[in-house]
T-cell receptor, first 113, second 113 residues
Framework: DGGITQSPKYLFRKEGQNVTLSCEQN?????MYWYRQDPGQGLRLIYY???????QKGDIAEGYSVSREKKESFPLTVTSAQKNPTAFYLC????????????FGDGTRLSIL | GESVGLHLPTLSVQEGDNSIINCAYS??????FIWYKQESGKGPQFIID?????DKRQGQRVTVLLNKTVKHLSLQIAATQPGDSAVYFC????????????FGRGTSLIVHP
């Protein structure tokens, strides 16, 4: 079945470390997104990409970086510059352009040791 | 800025009752709306969508109503079941452009058997 795979499901980071969250989709979708979700909050957009080798900052991009070298992959790096990284991170994709219904992965929960 | 919000953060119902989850939006240019369901520890799943040229759209046990006059939409779930317990989000979009969907905070639906 087609879908979005996020790994790992749980991730722990030490202070000062960078960590990379994986997101892979086999839906042949052009657009991909990263969101952050904090308890009791909605989804806040970190980065999005409409096409390979192109990506744009979302509302809370500071302390994060992404790459889009392949259509099916959109990894997110949480850098040491992100002072409050503990959150639930969700990756999504949509068929062609921004605004279409999004398909979501099951998230990665990042915690600080 | 403009935002999407929900009136009730938590809704408790008895199994078999009908549930109504509300969402207010403030961007008058929004013309496409999506409801998502998020179960604990998982990513949001698409439930139903509606375009601004419609007032009502029905799915299986779910109905979405759109009132453009007061910028309000609702999700009605008929004969609510324990499996409906989840957080429900609405997202507003502008189709055809580069507008990124904006998500509301979410409403937690709790269904008591």
């Amino acid at each position: 079945d087609g879908g979005i795979t996020q790994s790992p499901k749980y991730l722990f980071r030490k202070e000062g470390q960078n960590v990379t969250l994986s997101c892979e989709q086999n839906l042949n979708h052009d657009a991909m997104y990263w969101y952050r979700q904090d308890p009791g909050q909605g989804l806040r957009l970190i980065y999005y990409s409409q096409i390979v080798n192109d990506f744009q900052k979302g509302d809370i991009a500071e302390g994060y970086s992404v790459s889009r070298e392949k259509k099916e992959s959109f990894p997110l790096t949480v850098t040491s510059a992100q002072k409050n990284p503990t959150a639930f991170y969700l990756c999504a994709s949509s068929i062609d352009r921004i605004g279409q219904p999004q398909h979501f992965g099951d998230g990665t929960r990042l915690s600080i040791l | 800025g403009e935002s999407v919000g929900l009136h009730l953060p938590t809704l408790s119902v008895q199994e078999g009752d009908n549930s109504i989850i509300n969402c207010a939006y403030s961007n008058s240019a929004s013309d496409y709306f999506i409801w998502y369901k998020q179960e604990s520890g998982k990513g949001p799943q698409f439930i139903i969508d509606i375009r601004s040229n419609m007032d009502k759209r029905q799915g299986q046990r779910v109905t979405v109503l759109l009132n453009k006059t007061v910028k309000h939409l609702s999700l009605q779930i008929a004969a609510t079941q324990p499996g409906d317990s989840a957080v429900y989000f609405c997202a507003e979009n502008i189709r055809g452009g580069s507008y990124i969907p904006t998500f509301g905070r979410g409403t937690s639906l709790i269904v008591h058997p």
